[in-house]
């Protein structure tokens, strides 16, 4: 017997999976406009903020995205699966239930053929079948041509009581049958959904690939930053070289100022001992000079003194004898100077 699904099973398992397409298309809108929230403009961004902790903020950020959108996706599909599995499990419920009632229904037409003591092999209960048959085409076993002419027969004419109840019953049955069915085909088709889920999971492996995914964003920010330490430590060793060069040349400066006055003083002090030794040449010359002078000045003296207790007549001579005396003192290289206001005592 051929059982055929409803058109409304079909309807309602099409309406599910549209139903769930639609919410799995807002999630990803969601996402999307999650993400451009997320995204963060260089013209947002701190300007006094450390560069080097802002990149790997943000590479943290992305890769976390990454993680949480795989992950949030992954539970979808699980949830998803659960549901689906949850219905599937429902549909077999379903097609177990009313094949139990295919079973028992069975059962009460036995019962009735033994009730109204009807032989498996009998007329009536071959007439019996062919009218079950014609009520409900089976593809897999249609009446041929003596059959359906034999059926024809068969409707014009009445009924047994046996018969009557048996196709009241054997309507039921084809009810149960239809739901069993149905529920075990659309059960088949959830399994074959969730083999197709899983597969492709397998398939693309959105978690994997989204740890791979934030580890090369980590990587690239780890070189970034590991270019920016360079560049700020470059800058560094410059600074500190230009601050070097520069203390070496103040050092360099005030070293060459400091040579500059240790040499001047070094040329004060020789132009003070020259002066020194000059004024100490000087004090000798004057001292000698003195000397000189205080030895001819005795010597006049004596030479005066000499003459006039010789008895010679210096004051009649005046002009004369000053003149000798001069002439005498010149070439005792006495200076005229040193002899001026000399007066001869006349009276000696």
Known sequence: MQIRIGNNENQTVNAKLQAQEKAGEQNRRKGAAVQRKNTIFAGDLPMNQNPIALRRQQAQKKAMKFVQDAWS?????????????????????????????????????????????????????????????????????????????????????????YQEKCLEIDNEQAIFANRAQSAA??????????????????????????????????????????????????????????????????EAEEKEEQEEKIELRQEQKELIEERIEAAQENSHETE????EQ??????????????????????????TVKAEIKDMLNKMKLVEADIKGIEIDEEI
């Open 73 to 161: 996706g992954e539970q979808k599909t699980s949830q998803s699966q659960a549901e689906i599995r949850e219905i599937k499990e429902r549909q077999r419920e379903e097609a177990l239930y009313n094949t139990q009632r295919v079973q028992e229904c069975e059962s009460r037409k036995e019962n009735l053929r033994q009730k109204y003591g009807v032989e498996a092999d009998s007329k009536e209960q071959k007439d019996l079948e062919l009218l079950m048959r014609g009520a409900h085409f089976d593809p897999n076993n249609p009446l041929t041509e003596e059959e359906e002419a034999e059926l024809e027969q068969l409707r014009s004419q009445p009924l047994t009581e």
């Open 288 to 291: 000698e000079a003195q000397r």
């Open 294 to 319: 205080s030895k001819d000045a005795r010597e006049e003296a004596q030479l005066l003194k000499d003459m006039a207790q010789a008895g010679m007549d210096v004051a009649g001579a005046g002009d």
């Open 185 to 250: 085909n659309y059960a088949d088709y959830l399994q074959s959904s969730l083999t197709d889920m899983k597969i492709e999971r397998l398939k693309h492996h959105k978690m994997a690939d989204a740890l791979k995914n934030a580890e090369k964003v980590m990587d690239q920010a780890s070189e970034e930053i590991q270019g920016m330490l360079w560049e700020e430590a470059k800058d560094h060793v410059d600074e500190t070289y230009e601050e070097q060069r520069e203390e070496a040349r103040e």
